[in-house]
């Protein structure tokens, strides 16, 4: 593919790490180099475009492409023309920055994240998804998108949506998207997300010796355990203090 966006994602494997410190970064681009090559090389590629066009209904934010920003391993925030999210492919699309008409697939873990949207922008606020790892249930650990809800993502407590495909098709015949609330550290370790019930009790625990403190706040704050934008406050808060101590 001769485009920009190509050429950068070429030049990736080239980097050479400065420091003792850069080589785990180094491995996670050239991990995510060939996540990327295998989603767009035939004949896998073409059969992943053919199932995002039967499935649009699946598709985050109603199936339209939004302009967004893509988070790349290397630190870089590439803006793009337009991208979509199908969670039940786990697969990102992406418009070319040059051929609206051509598009880019991004698996989980071949990015840190994107965003949809752009910030301070009131009517169509900023949606924040970051590639974590997850576990539901007693299966094991696997890498996803998630959104976040936090106002930051790099922790200590992140909160976030994981979508799926619902198993069961509505009345309409379309499988919806639903959303499951997790929560966990909200560093890159080796800790997954784990879901979360919307109760007093289970939200304190994630609070551990700090718990009297955030349920003073909630209080003070009127908030509700059972909205997640509530929970979020009060994990914005717990990392507040968690890191000024």
Known sequence: MKTILFFFLLALPTLVPCLP???????????????????????????????????????VSGGAFQFGTLRTFDGHNVLVPGLRYHPGLHLLEVQDS????????WPAGSLRGFDIGE??????PLRRFRSRMVKEGSGGTRREFVEVLTAIDAGPMLLAWLYSVAP??????????VGILMA???TTGGEPLRPLEPTQSSVLHLFGSRSDDVRTFATEQHLDYTRPADIARMMDHYNRVAVVR
Do not use: F, V
């Open 119 to 124: 910030a301070g922008d009131k009517e169509t």
């Open 168 to 177: 069961d098709a509505a009345a309409s015949g379309h499988r919806p998207l």
């Open 21 to 59: 410190a850069a080589a785990q970064a180094g491995r996670e681009q050239s991990e995510a180099l060939a996540l990327y090559r295998q989603a767009n090389t035939a004949p896998g590629g073409s059969g992943l475009r053919t199932a995002i066009r039967q499935q649009r209904e699946a598709l």
């Open 184 to 186: 966990g550290p909200g």
């Open 98 to 105: 040059l051929n609206t008409d051509s598009t880019h697939l």
